[in-house]
């Protein structure tokens, strides 16, 4: 039973909800447009918000769901298992062989189950960076390190610390490419449009 939902986890991450709402909605290969990447941002770009809208309220629901169904199967451990998951699903798909997003909504969605009140401080940070810069990169970028405050301020368990402070980490890795482009000044502030590689 706990291996099926750790499973299950994993196969709700892997649903590209990125490439089948621009594919289904827009006619598009998300794959083939701006970073290649199926998440919110690259969508945004893309298709534009309402497609885009649509893929953040996904993603954050896969996540969310993962962790919901992993505290009701083993406790708050187990859900962090099963919100792993989810999240190594959505960045390595079994359904676009292997590819996948940056694990920010997805990753949302399992800090909302786990530890709401931290969710909450990387929300206001990610929406204040983002009204200050415009960059959605270094927004998200600027949420995962409200993290590490976050968990020791709310006094979180050792193990949703040491987890979060992992998934921060591995987020700020992921966006490696837009923080070089960030430093040279070519990184696509919201509202620029993505063209086709």
């Known amino acids: 039973m706990n291996f099926?939902?750790?499973f299950t986890g994993y196969i709700l991450g892997s649903i590209?909800?990125?490439?089948?709402?621009?594919?289904?909605?827009?006619?598009?290969?998300?794959?083939?447009?701006?970073?290649?990447?199926?998440?919110?941002?690259?969508?945004?770009?893309?298709?534009?918000?309402?497609?885009?809208?649509?893929?953040?309220?996904?993603?954050?629901?896969?996540?969310a769901l993962a962790a919901y169904l992993g505290i009701k199967t083993g406790g708050v451990n187990f859900g962090i298992f099963c919100g792993l998951a989810a999240m190594v699903g959505h960045s390595f798909s079994i359904f676009l062989k292997f590819r996948g997003g940056?694990?920010?909504?997805?990753?949302?969605?399992?800090?909302?189950?786990?530890?709401p009140e931290a969710a909450a401080v990387a929300i206001v940070t990610w929406?204040?960076?983002?009204?200050?810069?415009?960059?959605?990169?270094?927004s998200s970028i600027l949420a995962s390190i409200s993290l590490l405050p976050s968990m020791f301020m709310f006094r979180e368990s050792n193990s949703i610390k040491i987890f979060f402070v992992l998934v921060a980490g591995f987020i700020i890795y992921r966006h490696k490419s837009n923080i070089q482009k960030l430093l040279n000044g070519t990184e696509f502030k919201i509202g620029q449009k993505a063209d086709r590689k």
Request: aromatic share 12%.
């Open 4 to 6: 099926l939902a750790v």
């Open 16 to 63: 590209p909800f990125g490439y089948l709402v621009c594919k289904y909605w827009k006619g598009i290969n998300i794959l083939e447009y701006g970073s290649g990447n199926i998440g919110f941002t690259n969508v945004l770009r893309s298709a534009g918000w309402p497609p885009a809208a649509l893929v953040l309220i996904g993603d954050v629901s896969k996540g």
């Open 102 to 115: 940056k694990l920010v909504a997805t990753g949302l969605g399992v800090l909302l189950v786990l530890a």
């Open 127 to 138: 929406f204040l960076a983002l009204a200050l810069t415009r960059y959605v990169s270094l």
